[in-house]
Nanobody, 115 residues
Framework: QVQLVEYGGGSVQAGGSLRLSCVAS????????MAWYRQAPGKQRELVAA???????SYSDSVKGRFTISRDNAKNTVYLQMNSLKPEDTAVYYC?????????WGQGTQVTVSS
C-alpha cells in the first residue's frame, strides 16, 4: 500500500514562494503519474498540477505560470515549486496519483498566504 508524506508548507506573504515535497513509499513510484491537489476551507479538493511518468506536466489555469511540478524518481519524491503566491492559494496541499487517487491520502501540508 502506498504511503504519502507531504511537507514544506508554511505561512508567507503574497508574492512569496514555497517548495512542497511529497515522498511516496510502497509502490512503483516511477511508473505512476503524480499530482498535487489542494483543498481550501469549505471547498472541494482540486487538482492543481500533474506530472506523468515521462515527465510531461499540466496545470490548472489558476496556477499556470506560477507553479512548477517536478519529480525525482530516485528519491520517490514529487515537488511543487510555488512562486508569486496569492491569498487564494491558501489551502492544505496533498499529493496523490494523478488519475486514480489511492484511498490513503497523506496528512497534507498547510499553505497560508497573507495579503
Amino acid at each position: 500500500q502506498v504511503q504519502l508524506v507531504e511537507y514544506g508548507g508554511g505561512s508567507v506573504q503574497a508574492g512569496g514562494s514555497l517548495r512542497l515535497s511529497c515522498v511516496a513509499s510502497g509502490g512503483l513510484f516511477r511508473l505512476n503519474a503524480m499530482a498535487w491537489y489542494r483543498q481550501a476551507p469549505g471547498k472541494q479538493r482540486e487538482l492543481v498540477a500533474a506530472i506523468s511518468s515521462a515527465q510531461s506536466t499540466s496545470y490548472s489555469d489558476s496556477v499556470k505560470g506560477r507553479f512548477t511540478i517536478s519529480r525525482d524518481n530516485a528519491k520517490n519524491t514529487v515537488y511543487l515549486q510555488m512562486n508569486s503566491l496569492k491569498p487564494e492559494d491558501t489551502a492544505v496541499y496533498y499529493c496523490n496519483h494523478a488519475t486514480r487517487p489511492w484511498d490513503n491520502w497523506g496528512q497534507g501540508t498547510q499553505v497560508t498566504v497573507s495579503s
